[in-house]
Structure formats: structure tokens, C-alpha cells
């Protein structure tokens, strides 16, 4: 009971990105080319993955899920007046189903490399925790997001690698934060030969400094 099980979903755009591509991809191009060519084409696509998502997630929470977290893994891959057309607005229409079906279950959305969209004011959502990845500054996050959202992040995943590293990381993070909403995470996904005793001080050093 003390420890939270949290539900994994990709964004629309993210899974679909896989899906249009056949594979992971460095230029995105067969999905860009549907975007400015046809984009009515990729919001059926958009739409038909969204309803899957829901589906999918709202089992999870069946099977006993505390969190959903929806990760959109490639959002900087739309540029920033994009975005909310082609992804966010799928995200928001997600949690906007869950809440109304599951009201007591948090929903942490985290979108990669949306830097701009953050700084320009255009996140909107019916959710609970924003997660903030390692390229957006922290402070840029607490100031257009921290008095709505909860944040999450966002430790660059390759200090692991070093302790040192990973130590003055979280204090310059519980240093920009301070008292407001916020838990401790890396900015995106874990790497798989970061030495687990690296991971441990992670978790240590996180809460060391959120008992100051």
C-alpha cells in the first residue's frame, strides 16, 4: 500500500509515429509528410489510436492502477504550432475521459522537448502532475506551470552514471522548487546499465533533500 503502481500508456502521436513509420525513426518524415499533405488523414489515425487509449488505460485502472501516466516520447518531433493540434489536444481528450470515469485516479501527462510550448503559455488539461523533461528548465516549468500542476522531473538520465553528478542535480532542483508541488523524477526514461547502487542514491538523495 505504500507504494504506487503507475499505468504506462505512449500518446497518439507517439504511437502513432511507430505505426505510420513501421519503426523508430530520426526524421519522422513519412508522418510529417501526412501531416502537411494530408493531415485529415492523420487525425483519423490521431482519433482511432485515441479511442484505443482509452480503452487500454481505462483497463488498466480495472486491474488496480494508481497513476496513468501518458508519455508522448516524441512531441518535439511537431514543431511548437503544431503541437497542440496533433498531439496535446489528444492527451487532454485521454485524461478529460478518465476523469470523468475515474476522478480519484491522478493522470501525469509528460510530453519530451516541449520547451516553447510550456514558455508560451499553451498547456491546458483537466490533469494532476505535468512531467517535465530534462531539456525544459526547471525554473521555465515552475513558472508557467507550478501554481496549476503538480511537476514531476527532471534529472538528465544519464547522470546516473555518476553520483556526484546526480547529487548536485537534485539540490539544484529542490533549490528551485522549494515549498511548491513537486516529485522527484528523471526527465525521461532510466537507462538499462546505470548501476543500480547509482539508482539507489538517487531515490536517497531525493529524500534527503525533500526533507529540508
Not at 500500500?1 to 505505426?19: H, K, N, R
Not at 526524421?27 to 494530408?38: A, E, G
Not at 546526480?166 to 522527484?184: L, P
Not at 546499465?193 to 538523495?205: G, I, L, R, S, Y
Request: glycine letters at 8%; a negative charge.
Amino acid at each position: 500500500d505504500e507504494i504506487a503502481l503507475i499505468g504506462f500508456t505512449g500518446a497518439p502521436w507517439t504511437l502513432a509515429t511507430y505505426m505510420i513509420e513501421g519503426q523508430g525513426t530520426k526524421t519522422y518524415n513519412v508522418c510529417k509528410k501526412m501531416m502537411y499533405s494530408n493531415p485529415e488523414l492523420l487525425h483519423n489515425i490521431l482519433r482511432e489510436v485515441t479511442e484505443v487509449v482509452k480503452y487500454y488505460m481505462e483497463k488498466q485502472i480495472e486491474a488496480g492502477i494508481d497513476v496513468v501516466q501518458i508519455f508522448d516520447s516524441w512531441a518535439a518531433a511537431i514543431e511548437p504550432g503544431k503541437y497542440d493540434e496533433f498531439s496535446w489536444k489528444y492527451m487532454v481528450e485521454i485524461a478529460d475521459h478518465l476523469k470523468a470515469k475515474y476522478p480519484d485516479t491522478p493522470i501525469i501527462m509528460f510530453p519530451k522537448g516541449v520547451a516553447s510550448f510550456i514558455e508560451r503559455g499553451l498547456v491546458y488539461g483537466n490533469f494532476d502532475v505535468f512531467g517535465v523533461d530534462w531539456g525544459t528548465p526547471m525554473a521555465l516549468a515552475k513558472e508557467k506551470l507550478g501554481d496549476k500542476y503538480v511537476l514531476q522531473g527532471n534529472m538528465e538520465p544519464c547522470r546516473l552514471y555518476s553520483k556526484e553528478a546526480t547529487t548536485a542535480c537534485v539540490e539544484a532542483i529542490q533549490q528551485i522548487m522549494g515549498t511548491k508541488r513537486h516529485i522527484f523524477n528523471l526527465g525521461h526514461g532510466i537507462l538499462p546499465d546505470v548501476p543500480v547502487e547509482n539508482a539507489k542514491h538517487f531515490v536517497a538523495e531525493c529524500k534527503r533533500v525533500s526533507k529540508k
